[in-house]
């Protein structure tokens, strides 16, 4: 069992930036798919960012502007997130999963590739 705590979120104006973090309780994400979803009131669940192995994949309506990183021991997960826009504005959960899956935008955009699941953490951008 992973147990993923998100921290970082709050409340931003638009045009500003947010860095997000990812950490497992007691125990490195090395071995880990990480991936970044979102959730804001009313919308489905989506696909925001993820880690794989070396590869990063992006959403569209974030790329040029978010990215997510490892820290150099494999503890830690970011997702910074520049030039935010109100319709950013989400719970945001990070997740992980053991591998297993082909690399690609695809499996990695997928929700049901992963096996553990953060809380949330809330990003609010006022306009």
């Known amino acids: 069992q992973v147990q993923l705590v998100e921290s970082g979120g709050g409340l931003v104006q638009a045009g500003g930036s947010l860095r997000l973090s990812c950490a497992a309780s007691?125990?490195?994400?090395?071995?880990?798919?990480l991936g970044w979803f979102r959730q804001a009131p009313g919308k489905e669940r989506e696909f925001v960012a993820a880690?794989?192995?070396?590869?990063?994949f992006y959403a569209d309506s974030v790329k040029g502007r978010f990215t997510v990183s490892r820290d150099n021991a494999g503890n830690t997960v970011y997702l910074q997130m520049n030039s935010l826009k109100p319709e950013d504005t989400a719970v945001y959960s990070c997740?992980?999963?053991?591998?297993?899956?082909?690399?690609?935008?695809?499996?990695?955009?997928?929700?049901?590739?992963?096996?553990?699941w953060g809380q949330g953490t809330q990003v609010t951008v006022s306009s």
């Open positions: 997740a992980a999963n053991r591998g297993g899956y082909v690399y690609s935008s695809t499996s990695a955009a997928d929700a049901r590739k992963y096996d553990f």
């Open positions: 007691g125990r490195t994400l090395n071995n880990y798919n």
């Open positions: 880690s794989w192995a070396i590869s990063t």
